[in-house]
């Protein structure tokens, strides 16, 4: 059967790296025989600019009737012109909840290549190789009320609810016991159990079914402050670290520090499995659209290349064909490869085209 990915490559260098995503998927396609149907839909600004809609009918459909999505970034400098009910229509948050995509994956490996890249010593990355399992459909980011309200005295108020109920912790939870059993059976669950009600519950319900269902995994919890700072100190000590929505956005950014660049880290986003065992997926790299370096050619489509890995494993279900790609990007990096973001000083750049084409060059190569 051959899945449907849809392609929205979205803003800044969100179609640079998703270019370089769909070639080497192409590769695969062709090389080793991967059933996928690559499209391109409009969104977002681009198709706000095109269509006066950041969501085209056409291209929700297609959202809501993919085997998987494969998403560049969006955020673009002009979208404050863009009506609030359209921008939420075109919105990144409205395809993950429609979706209901509650188990993004973020994994972050010290690739060895690049040990001098990261701005933490090597002795201390060397080996690094932990996933976050962030709770992505609820949280701070859904909660209500939500707004920005006048006050009696004329002032405004912005409100956002930080909102958990048992069932949307016990699912991720679950994910993620269930991931750790598949890697080095260590789960440590990050909340604010100290000051937060549904950071209390997060630890009471992710405690309980520890001990009920999944008592061979070794459970710490630790509060989100103090992971923002291990994160840097001993990244080594962490396997499978399942937070909230808030919290997983900011510490994956932390942990982008350990390559030194956040252009190297992909991410995958799932629903619960259907009858069938299928599972909704979006698949994106974790930064945004860059700005400062959009349109140059220049930005770093590792993470959108390993995400289209993380395609080749959970939504193709090839997971040697993931392991190929991986040993790919690894090869490149070991040859030198190196976008402007991950160089040293005095070290030869790489345009994206060209990282890609390191890649893909790795692929041939390997046996
Ligand atoms: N999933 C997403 O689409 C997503 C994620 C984060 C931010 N955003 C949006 O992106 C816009 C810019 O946000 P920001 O600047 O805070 O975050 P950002 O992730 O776009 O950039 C942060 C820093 O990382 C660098 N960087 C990011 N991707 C890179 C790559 N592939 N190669 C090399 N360097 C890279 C940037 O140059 C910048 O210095 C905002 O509108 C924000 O809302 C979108
Ligand atoms: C663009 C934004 C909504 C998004 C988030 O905050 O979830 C991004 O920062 C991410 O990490 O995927
Ligand atoms: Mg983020």
């Given at each position: 059967m051959t899945l449907d990915i849809v392609v929205l490559p979205g803003d800044g260098v969100g179609p640079e790296v998703t270019d370089e995503a769909v070639r080497v998927l192409d590769w695969f396609v062709a090389?080793?025989?991967?059933p996928l149907r690559m499209t391109r839909h409009l969104f977002g600004s681009a198709s706000w600019t095109a269509q006066g809609t950041t969501m085209p009918d056409e291209t929700w459909a297609a959202i809501m009737a993919a085997d998987a999505l494969l998403f560049g970034a969006v955020g673009s400098l002009d979208q404050k012109q863009i009506p609030a009910e359209e921008r939420r229509k075109g919105s990144l948050l409205r395809m993950r909840k429609g979706l209901d995509v509650f188990a993004n994956l973020r994994p972050v490996r010290a690739w060895p290549a690049l040990a001098e890249s990261s701005p933490f010593k090597a002795r201390t990355v060397a080996g690094a190789d932990l996933i976050f399992v962030r709770e992505l459909t609820a949280g701070m980011y859904f909660g209500t009320p939500r707004g920005i309200e006048t006050q009696a005295d004329g002032t405004r108020r912005g409100v956002n609810t930080h909102t958990y109920t048992e069932a949307e912790i016990a699912r991720v939870a679950r994910f993620a016991l269930g991931l750790a059993r598949t890697r080095r059976n260590h789960l440590t669950s990050v909340d604010k159990a100290n000051v937060m009600e549904a950071g209390a519950l997060w630890r009471e319900v992710v405690t309980a079914i520890h001990a009920a269902e999944f008592p061979d995994v070794t459970l710490e919890h630790m509060l989100a402050d103090n992971c923002a700072l291990q994160l840097g100190r001993a990244p080594t000590r962490f396997d499978v670290i399942v937070t909230d929505n808030l919290f997983g956005d900011l510490l994956s950014d932390c942990a982008g520090a350990i390559n030194g660049s956040l252009g190297m880290l992909p991410s995958a986003a799932l629903s619960a499995p259907d009858a069938n065992g299928r599972r909704r997926a979006l698949y994106e790299p974790i930064h945004g659209s860059a700005p400062d370096i959009a349109g140059k050619g220049i930005a770093n489509p590792l993470g959108a290349i390993l995400s289209a890995a993380l395609l080749l494993r959970w939504t193709a279900q090839a997971p040697a064909e993931a392991d190929r790609l991986e040993a790919a990007v690894e090869a490149a990096l070991a040859g030198g490869a190196r976008t402007a973001d991950i160089a040293l000083p005095g070290e030869p750049v790489l345009s994206t085209r060209a990282m890609a084409d390191a890649v893909i060059a790795a692929l041939d190569a390997a046996p």
């Open positions: 090389k080793r025989g991967v």
